[in-house]
C-alpha cells in the first residue's frame, strides 16, 4: 500500500488537516503536489543524492516537499525556523543543500541568507517575495503531475539541536528502494501503536523537528489522516482532540506540564475520549507528570527513547510504565549497553554512558571525529546520554552527559532536580546546570521561569530551594535560584541549556 495506492481508492479522504483553519489536503490533491515536487526538483538539476533544504511555518507544504524530495530520492533539511540567519545559512552549507526554500515570513532572514552563501544555492520563496528569490508556486504547479520516470526514496538529513555545541547532520545512506516502501522499524511502530487507515493524528509540535516530521508521516503511509497544529496551545490542543476525535497524538514533556496546569474546569471541558493512544518523547518525563497524565487521560500513554540517528528504539506503555517508574522502557531494536568511561560494561543499577548495538548505521555529516566519538571499538553507538538498566532490562535516563555537574567530586544530573521543581505551582520552565565554584570545582544553578513573574525574588529563590532540599538530597539541590523571563527552549521542547551555561562561566572567568 501507500499514498500512491490510497490516492487512487480514497481520493478524496483526508491526508491533512491544518488544525487552526480547518484546510483540507485530499489524498488526490497531496500524491500530485508530491509528483509535482519532484518534478520540479528534476527539472532544476538535482539528481539523486542531491539535497534540499528549507525554513517554512508549520503547515502541509512541508509535507509536499519532502514528499517530493523522497519520491527523487534527495535527501531533505528542514531547520527550525527559530535559527538565525548565520545559523541556517551553516546547516544549508554545511547539508550540500542545492536548492533553499524560504517562507516570506522569514523573508528579512531569508536575504540574509542569501547574502551569506552567495549563488552556491539556488533561493525559492513560498508564501510571498523575498529579495533575490523565486516565487515557489508557480513553478511547481506547473510542473506535470506524473510520477517522475526514475523514483527512488530519499532520506531526510536532519540537525542536531545545536543545545551543546554546533548542530551536526545525521546522514543515513540511500537504499535505492522504492520511495513508498516502508522499513521494518517504520512497520515495528505503525503495529506498536496500532495506526491504522482509522487513525487520526494530531501532531502540535514543529515539522522540522525528526518526530514531529516522521511521525505525522506515517499516518499517510497506512491510509489514515494527519492534524497539524501551526503552533502548540495548551487549551487549544485539547479542542482539537476533541473537534477531530483523534485517535493518536505525540507530545514533549513541556506540552504535558502546561497542559497539567491549565485550571482543572478548563481542563474536564474537553472530551479526548476518543483518544487512543498519546504518546511523548524528546526529553525525560518528570514521574509526577506522567502520573498525573495516565490520571487524567488513562492508560494510553506510551513514551519512546530514540534519536535521529535510528541506533536504537525503546518503548513502554502506561502499564509497564507503572511497575517501572521513571523507565523509558526496553528495546524495539537494538542492544543496550551501559558503559564506564574506559568502556566497561557496568552492573545492573550503576548508571553510565548507553550505547546500542544494532540499529540504522549512521555519521554526523562533514565530522569524522563526532561519528567516531559516538561509536566504539565494537561498532555499537550512543546519543551521548547516561542512564542505568533494571533487573528487568527496562532502561532509565539520567541526563546528558554534556550536562552531568561534578560537584566536590560528585556526579549530579540536573534532570532529577529540573524534573522536581517543574511541579513548583509557581514555577513555568526551568533549567538546572553547573557554575564555577572556588571549593567544590562547580555548584548547582536553577534559572526558573515563573508563571507570575511578579513573585521572582528573594523570597521565591528560598521557597524554591527548600523545596527541593525537602525532597532531595541537598547536593543535588540550587544553592542559588535567578529569574528569566522565559527560557532559550525550542517550540520542540529542547532547551539551549548551553546558552544559559555559557553565559555564567563566561562571567566567572572575566570576572
Known amino acids: ?65 519532502c514528499g517530493g524530495a523522497n519520491r527523487s530520492g534527495l535527501y531533505y533539511t528542514p531547520l527550525s525556523t527559530y535559527l538565525s540567519a548565520e545559523e541556517s545559512a551553516y546547516i544549508v552549507k554545511d547539508s550540500g543543500a542545492r536548492i533553499y526554500i524560504c517562507s516570506a515570513r522569514y523573508a528579512e532572514r531569508g536575504a540574509r541568507i542569501a547574502g551569506i552563501l552567495g549563488d552556491s544555492v539556488r533561493y525559492f520563496s513560498f508564501g510571498g517575495d523575498i529579495d533575490g528569490y523565486v516565487a515557489l508556486e508557480d513553478i511547481v504547479t506547473s510542473m506535470p503531475a506524473e510520477p517522475i520516470a526514475d523514483e527512488t526514496k530519499g532520506q531526510d538529513l536532519l540537525y542536531s539541536s545545536g543545545t551543546t555545541g554546533q548542530p551536526k547532520g545525521v546522514k543515513v545512506a540511500l537504499t535505492g528502494e522504492p520511495p513508498e516502501l516502508i522499513q521494518p522499524t517504520g512497520w515495528a511502530v505503525i503495529h506498536l501503536y496500532g495506526y491504522s487507515k482509522d487513525t487520526i493524528y494530531l501532531s502540535p509540535a514543529p515539522l522540522y523537528h525528526a518526530a514531529p516530521l516522521r511521525f505525522t508521516g506515517i499516518p499517510i503511509a497506512v491510509g489514515g489522516t494527519s492534524v497539524i497544529m501551526q503552533k502548540f496551545d495548551p487549551e487549544s490542543a485539547l479542542q482539537y482532540l476533541e473537534k477531530y476525535q483523534c485517535t493518536h497524538s505525540q507530545w514533549v514533556p513541556t506540552m504535558l506540564v502546561r497542559m497539567l496546569k491549565l485550571p482543572k474546569e478548563v481542563r474536564e471541558s474537553y ?67 551501559i558503559l564506564d568511561d574506559a568502556g566497561a560494561e557496568l552492573p545492573v543499577g550503576k ?72 511541579m513548583h505551582p509557581a514555577v513555568e520552565d526551568v533549567a538546572v546546570f553547573g557554575i564555577p565554584d572556588d571549593d567544590f570545582g562547580e555548584q548547582v ?52 541549556k548551553r546558552l544559559l551555561r555559557d553565559k555564567y562561566w563566561k562571567e566567572a572567568k572575566s570576572g
Not at 479522504?13 to 491544518?18: E, G, M, N, S, T
Not at 539520567?398 to 521543581?421: C, F, H, W
Open 271 to 337: 472530551d479526548v475520549s476518543n483518544l487512543q493512544v498519546a504518546i511523548h518523547a524528546s526529553a525525560p518525563c518528570p514521574i509526577a507528570v506522567k502520573e498525573q497524565m495516565i490520571e487524567w487521560w488513562g492508560e494510553k500513554i506510551y513514551e519512546y527513547y530514540a534519536g535521529s540517528e535510528g541506533n536504537g528504539f525503546c518503548a513502554i506503555s502506561s502499564a509497564e510504565w507503572l511497575a517501572h517508574k521513571g523507565s523509558v522502557g526496553r528495546p524495539l531494536y537494538g542492544a543496550i549497553h
Open 1 to 65: 500500500m501507500g499514498l500512491r495506492q490510497f490516492a487512487q481508492e480514497t481520493p478524496e479522504k483526508a491526508a491533512f488537516i491544518v488544525a487552526e483553519t480547518g484546510v483540507v489536503t485530499t489524498y488526490d490533491e497531496l500524491d500530485k503536489s508530491i509528483n509535482q515536487y519532484a518534478q520540479f526538483f528534476r527539472q532544476q538539476g538535482l539528481q539523486i543524492a542531491a539535497g534540499v533544504a528549507f525554513s517554512i511555518e508549520n503547515c502541509v507544504e512541508i509535507m509536499k516537499i
Open 445 to 496: 544553578k536553577a534559572v526558573v521561569q515563573l508563571r507570575d513573574p511578579a513573585l521572582a525574588g528573594e523570597a521565591m529563590e528560598q521557597e524554591l530551594i527548600e523545596y527541593c532540599r525537602a525532597r532531595l538530597s541537598h547536593i543535588k539541590c540550587p544553592r542559588t535560584v535567578d529569574f528569566s523571563a522565559e527560557l532559550p527552549r525550542q517550540a520542540t521542547g529542547k532547551l539551549y
Open 351 to 422: 548508571p553510565g554512558a548507553i550505547f546500542f548495538e544494532g540499529g540504522t548505521d549512521f555519521e554526523y555529516l562533514n565530522d569524522a571525529k563526532k561519528t567516531a566519538s559516538a561509536h566504539n571499538a565494537k561498532g555499537w553507538s550512543t546519543l551521548g546520554d547516561i542512564g542505568y538498566l533494571d533487573a528487568d532490562g527496562y532502561l532509565y535516563l539520567s541526563d546528558r552527559k554534556a550536562y552531568m555537574i561534578i560537584t566536590g567530586g560528585v556526579n549530579v544530573y540536573p534532570q532529577e532536580t529540573e524534573n522536581l521543581l517543574v
